[in-house]
C-alpha cells in the first residue's frame, strides 16, 4: 500500500496531489451540505483572498446565488415577499420624521431629504426593502463642493466584487470594488467613515465615497446576509408542496367515461369509438344491453395534508420572527395567546426599525459635515437633531391605558413622600412610554432649564446659609432636604 507523503514546512503541511483531491471533494461535499440553496460546489472552495478574512464570507459565486434565489423568491413566492412587505410596513410605518434644534441645520437637511433626486419620503420603503433582501446596501455620493449639497445614488450588491476592511479595525470597512455588469474594469470606492488623519482639513468629519450598510453578519464578515437566507430551503418546499396538492386537486376533478361493448372484437370497437361523442349535460343517451356507459374517477388514496402544510408553515414562520396568525391562521389562535405572540415579534421588528434609524442618522451626519467643510454651515454650529421613526404600538392601548395611570399615581405618591424627584419620576414614565412604541427622548431644552434653576436654587440657598447660621440647627446632619 502506498503511503501519503507530505511536505511540513514552518508552519503548515503541503500534501501530495491526491491528498489535495480528496479535501477538495470534501471540502464541496460540506459546502453543498450547509448552502444547498445557493450551491456548494465549484472550484471557488479551494481558493481564498490574500488581503481580506474570508472564514465567516461566502465565496463570490455563492453570495450572488444567494441574492438570485432571495430576489427570485421575493419576486415569485407568495410568503417570501409577505415577510419583506411586513418588515418594510413596520420599519418605515408612517415614515420618519426629524427636527433640529438649530434652524441652519434644519434647513440643510430639509433640502436634502427633499431633493427630487434624493425623494427619501418613496426611495426609504425601497431601500428598507434591499437592505433586508440583499443583506447589504451601498449609495455612493454625489457632493456639490459649492454648497456641500449631496445626492445619493446607487450600485446594484450583484456588481459588488469584494470588501477591504481596516487593517487594524476589523469592524470598520474601508474600501469597496465593484464593476459594472456589461464592463470589465474594476473601481474603488472608499467607504464613508469619520477622517482620522490628524492633519487633514476635514479630521473630524465624515468622508469617502459611499454609505455600505449590511445586515446579519458578524464583526469578521466583510457582506452582509439575505433575510431570506435561512428560509429559503424551506419557502421553496413549502412553495411545491402546495403545488403538489394543487395538481392532486385538478387530477381529483377529472373524469372519464368507461363503455362496456359486450361481443364486439377490436375493429367494431374502433368503429363505434368513431361515433361517439362525449355527452352534453342534459342530452339523451340510448343504447341496448350489451352497452354499458359508466363515469370513472381518480382514486387517490391520500390523508389530509392540512397538518403538514401548518408543520411547514411554521417552520417557516418561526425562522422569520412571525407568530401564525399574522399568516391567515386566525381561527386556530385565541386573543390572549395572539397578543402575547405578538411581543417578541414587536420587538424584533423594533430592532430592525433601529438599524434603519441609525442609517439615516448616519446619513445625516454626513450631510453636515459637508455643508461645515463646504461653509454653508458655521464650524461651531449646533448640530444636534433627532431622526423620529414611526411608533411600532400594540393593539392593547386600553392595557397600556391603564398601566400608565396606575404608574403615574404611584409616581406621585413617591414624589409626595420624598422618593424621588421630577426628573427621576419623568425618567420612569418615559421608559415604560417607550415600551409602547413612542420614542422618547429628554429633551435638550428642559435639560438646561432644570441644570440652570438647580444651580440658580444653590446658589440662593448658599447665599442664604451665608447670612444665616440657623440651617444647622433645624438640621444637624447636613443633609439637603427635597
Not at 32 to 57: F, I, K
Not at 121 to 137: P, S, W, Y
Request: glycine share 6%; net charge negative; charged share 30%.
Amino acid at each position: 500500500m502506498k503511503k501519503t507523503k507530505a511536505i511540513k514546512g514552518s508552519s503548515e503541511v503541503i500534501l501530495n496531489f491526491n491528498e489535495r483531491q480528496k479535501r477538495s471533494v470534501e471540502i464541496n461535499r460540506r459546502l453543498a451540505e450547509a448552502y444547498p440553496m445557493v450551491g456548494g460546489s465549484g472550484e471557488d472552495s479551494l481558493w481564498r483572498s490574500l488581503t481580506t478574512n474570508q472564514d465567516r464570507d461566502l465565496n463570490l459565486l455563492t453570495h450572488r446565488r444567494m441574492q438570485d434565489i432571495a430576489f427570485y423568491l421575493y419576486d415569485s413566492n407568495p410568503m417570501a415577499g409577505r415577510i419583506i412587505e411586513i418588515i418594510e410596513d413596520f420599519v418605515i410605518g408612517d415614515g420618519f420624521t426629524y427636527s433640529a434644534k438649530d434652524p441652519d441645520v434644519k434647513e440643510v437637511l430639509d433640502d436634502f431629504w427633499n431633493d427630487p433626486d434624493n425623494n427619501l419620503d418613496e426611495e426609504m420603503n425601497i431601500n428598507v426593502v434591499e437592505l433586508f433582501l440583499f443583506g447589504e446596501l451601498c449609495l455612493p455620493v454625489w457632493v456639490n463642493s459649492a454648497d456641500g449639497a449631496v445626492k445619493l445614488q446607487y450600485i446594484d450588491p450583484k456588481t459588488i466584487l469584494k470588501i477591504r476592511k481596516d487593517f487594524n479595525n476589523p469592524k470598520i470597512n474601508k474600501t469597496l470594488t465593484w464593476r459594472k455588469p456589461s464592463g470589465s474594469v474594476e473601481r474603488e470606492l472608499n467607504i464613508i467613515n469619520v477622517d482620522k488623519g490628524l492633519r487633514s482639513k476635514t479630521y473630524g468629519k465624515l468622508t469617502g465615497d459611499c454609505f455600505y450598510f449590511t445586515i446579519n453578519k458578524v464583526s469578521s464578515a466583510t457582506r452582509g446576509r439575505s433575510a431570506l437566507l435561512r428560509l429559503a430551503d424551506w419557502l421553496d418546499g413549502y412553495d411545491q408542496f402546495l403545488f403538489a396538492r394543487l395538481e392532486r386537486a385538478f387530477l381529483l376533478n377529472n373524469f372519464i367515461w368507461d363503455i362496456q361493448c359486450e361481443g364486439m372484437n377490436k375493429g367494431e370497437l374502433e368503429e363505434f369509438v368513431k361515433t361517439l361523442a362525449t355527452p352534453r349535460p342534459g342530452s339523451i343517451r340510448a343504447h341496448n344491453e350489451k352497452v354499458t356507459w359508466k363515469a370513472e374517477t381518480p382514486k387517490l388514496e391520500s390523508a389530509d395534508a392540512s397538518e403538514e402544510a401548518m408543520l411547514f408553515k411554521n417552520q417557516i414562520l418561526g425562522g422569520a420572527g412571525f407568530p401564525e396568525h399574522w399568516f391567515a391562521e386566525g381561527s386556530r389562535t385565541t386573543r390572549a395567546t395572539a397578543q402575547e405572540m405578538s411581543l417578541p415579534t414587536l420587538k424584533n421588528l423594533k430592532s430592525k426599525q433601529k438599524k434603519v434609524k441609525f442609517i439615516i442618522k448616519r446619513i445625516f451626519n454626513f450631510v453636515i459635515d459637508q455643508a461645515i467643510i463646504a461653509g454653508t454651515l458655521s464650524k461651531d454650529v449646533d448640530r444636534e437633531f433627532r431622526v423620529i421613526p414611526s411608533p411600532i404600538v400594540s393593539r392593547d392601548n386600553q392595557g397600556a391605558a391603564n398601566s400608565i395611570s396606575g404608574l403615574v399615581d404611584g409616581l406621585i405618591k413617591a414624589k409626595d413622600k420624598n422618593w424621588i424627584d421630577d426628573k427621576k419620576a419623568k425618567t420612569v414614565l418615559n421608559a415604560v412610554i417607550t415600551q409602547l412604541g413612542v420614542d422618547m427622548e429628554i429633551d435638550t431644552d428642559d435639560e438646561e432649564n432644570e441644570e440652570s434653576s438647580s444651580s440658580m436654587s444653590s446658589d440662593s440657598s448658599s447665599s442664604t446659609e451665608s447670612s444665616s447660621g440657623s440651617s444647622n440647627s433645624e438640621n444637624p446632619d447636613g443633609l439637603e432636604v427635597i
